[in-house]
């Protein structure tokens, strides 16, 4: 019986590295695993089994993440986050979740495969999301580690602030409006079509 192979959501994109010509860096990142992770934020028990799978503590204010090694937790809800790890290694992180978690209220499952991280980075990324969304990434709150569930170019998505110098902004949509999202910011992100935050006196 043959194995599955893991096929990007963008593995078509024939221009995908080059991207000279916008006014930002944009990327897919592929290698990255994600479980959908659920419990009572609220039971000591709960996030002590989490920590223990995922040798780190789960974010529990809205709107932040925590990260330690190669592992980043993402708060969607709160009973909600979620977990990215190297893809290799998600599988065997959803076996460690479950077994200490054991009988208590919760949910594991690897999600790899439902979405597509694209990776903007530049002086311009804000001004380029603020083209697609309300939301206004301007703000002194705006900055590495924030977490942020929006509607962007019309479509459910995540954004996740990386990095503050250079920017560097993760945006997570379904895998089915990767090329939708892809060609997208192509478009908005062209030296033509920049604009500035605020206008000249």
């Known amino acids: 019986m043959s194995e599955p192979v893991y096929t990007s959501p963008l593995a078509h994109v024939a221009d995908k590295g080059q991207t000279g010509n916008l006014s930002i860096s944009m990327s897919e990142v592929s290698d990255r695993g994600m479980i959908d992770l659920r419990g009572e934020?609220?039971?000591?028990?709960?996030?002590?089994?989490?920590?223990?799978?995922?040798?780190?503590?789960?974010?529990?204010?809205?709107?932040?993440?925590?990260?330690k090694g190669d592992v980043t937790v993402l708060w969607l809800s709160i009973d909600q986050w979620l977990v990215c790890c190297p893809r290799n290694e998600?599988?065997?992180?959803?076996?460690?979740?479950?077994?200490?978690?054991?009988?208590?209220?919760s949910l594991a499952v690897d999600v790899s495969d439902a979405r597509a991280i694209l990776r903007l980075e530049g002086d311009n990324v804000r001004e380029v999301l603020m083209k697609g969304s309300s939301v206004d990434f301007t703000l002194p709150d705006y900055k590495a580690g924030l977490v942020r569930r929006l509607v962007f170019a019309e479509i459910a998505a995540l954004a996740h602030i990386v990095a503050d110098k250079p920017c560097t902004i993760d945006i997570y949509?379904?895998?089915?409006?990767?090329?939708?999202?892809?060609?997208w910011i192509q478009a908005t992100a062209k030296p033509a079509a920049t604009i500035g935050l605020f206008a000249s006196n």
């Open 41 to 67: 934020a609220g039971s000591v028990k709960f996030r002590q089994a989490a920590k223990a799978a995922l040798g780190v503590d789960l974010p529990l204010k809205p709107r932040t993440s925590a990260v």
């Open 173 to 183: 949509v379904f895998r089915s409006y990767a090329d939708y999202t892809w060609k």
């Open 90 to 105: 998600a599988g065997a992180m959803v076996d460690k979740l479950r077994e200490n978690l054991g009988a208590l209220h």
